[in-house]
């Protein structure tokens, strides 16, 4: 099992190499199988949305719809190379979709896709990276405006997007993503220790944080 996750309100995901399982609360399964020759090797899960990378680097995107069917986008996107790490955010209240996808590629890159019916797998933007991206974490944080350099009182606390990036070489990134371009913007960095660092979505104090991991343990969070 690659991930196995709860999806919609009562039904269960479960990613394996050769496919996607689909278990609905009536505990109807629906089953979707790779291509031949094709294996997943990576996915990112929301409350909504699927998607998974198989090798090659070929993205293939799903969204839950009212009924609680989960379909398939109909076009998909090639990567051109490896992918290696992914995430996706929550779902905003209110919502039926997050707008962005970030993938980590193997040519030491990390990508904002597009998630938007407008433009769905469209490329945003890109950003270099010194090292291969272990791990990544899209989470929306409350309480740092970052362009009046982190100085808001209370009543004005701003909801800001974050792609925490773990690197191979034990060092962690975290850039604002634009909630409206999806552009990476001022980069952050800390060496967190010798292991390459994996991300974890948690709740601190009923708010989104990450646990970083590598040689030790880090709590990134408002």
């Known amino acids: 099992t690659i991930n196995c996750a709860q999806i919609g309100d009562n039904a269960l995901i479960q990613i ?3 496919g996607i399982r689909h278990i609905r609360g009536d505990k109807r399964v629906n089953e979707w199988r790779v291509p031949a020759k094709k294996q997943i090797v990576k996915c990112a899960v929301n409350e909504r949305q699927v998607v998974i990378a198989l090798a090659g680097g070929e993205l293939v995107y799903f969204e839950m719809d009212p009924s609680g069917q989960l379909n398939e986008y109909t076009d998909r996107k090639d990567m051109g190379v490896e992918v290696i790490s992914m995430s996706l955010g929550s779902v905003p209240p ?19 896709i597009s998630l938007d019916p407008k433009d769905c ?18 989470v929306e944080m409350k309480g740092l405006d970052y362009e009046n350099g982190g100085l808001v009182v ?8 974050f792609l925490n990036i773990g690197l191979q070489n034990g060092t962690l990134l975290r ?16 060496y967190l220790g010798s292991r390459p660092v994996k991300l974890f979505k948690i709740k601190t104090q009923n708010a989104e944080s990450v646990l970083a991991l590598s040689s030790r343990s880090w709590l990134s969070y408002m």
């Open 16 to 18: 394996y190499p050769d």
């Open 94 to 112: 209110g919502e039926l979709r997050n707008r962005f996808l970030a993938v980590g590629l193997a040519d030491d890159t990390v990508r904002i």
């Open 121 to 138: 797998l469209t490329l945003l933007s890109s950003q270099s990276l010194p090292s291969p991206a272990e791990s990544l974490c899209i």
């Open 154 to 161: 209370e009543q004005q606390l701003i909801n800001t997007l």
């Open 175 to 190: 850039t604002v993503l634009d909630p409206n371009t999806g552009e990476l913007l001022d980069t952050r960095t800390r």
